[in-house]
């Protein structure tokens, strides 16, 4: 089992700059890629950043491409996603998630892929 919980979530304005944590207790956090997803009411989670279990490589929604950054440190078993220039659509309720496994091309970008996932922090942005 791996436990998440996510934290630094809160109320800004379009253009701020928020910085979520996810930190991770239990099995080897080193072994899995993590993710961050979000959802907005009324709609399905999506996918916005996933990074390997390495730190080397990372994919993005193109939404938050450019805006987001996702990192991780393994020594502190927490991952992070430096959100910058939000805006009112970034409001959603913010996931991590740990995966380990493998599928086809894309499959780490699905919701599919993550074994655990976190209770979520709220990201509101007014305008």
């Known amino acids: 089992q791996v436990q998440l919980v996510e934290s630094g979530g809160g109320l800004v304005q379009a253009g701020d700059s928020l910085r979520l944590s996810c930190a991770a207790s239990?099995?080897?956090?080193?072994?899995?890629?993590m993710g961050w997803f979000r959802q907005a009411p009324g709609k399905e989670r999506e996918f916005v950043a996933v990074?390997?279990?390495?730190?080397?490589?990372?994919y993005y929604a193109d939404s938050v491409k450019g805006r987001f950054t996702i990192s991780r440190d393994n020594a502190k078993n927490t991952v992070y996603l430096q959100m910058d220039s939000l805006k009112p659509e970034d409001t959603a309720v913010y996931h991590c998630?740990?995966?380990?496994?493998?599928?086809?091309?894309?499959?780490?970008?699905?919701?599919?892929?993550?074994?655990?996932w976190g209770q979520g922090t709220q990201v509101t942005v007014s305008s």
């Open positions: 998630a740990a995966g380990r496994g493998s599928g086809p091309s894309g499959f780490i970008l699905t919701t599919s892929f993550y074994n655990y």
């Open positions: 990074i390997t279990w390495s730190g080397a490589i990372t």
């Open positions: 239990g099995r080897t956090f080193s072994n899995y890629y």
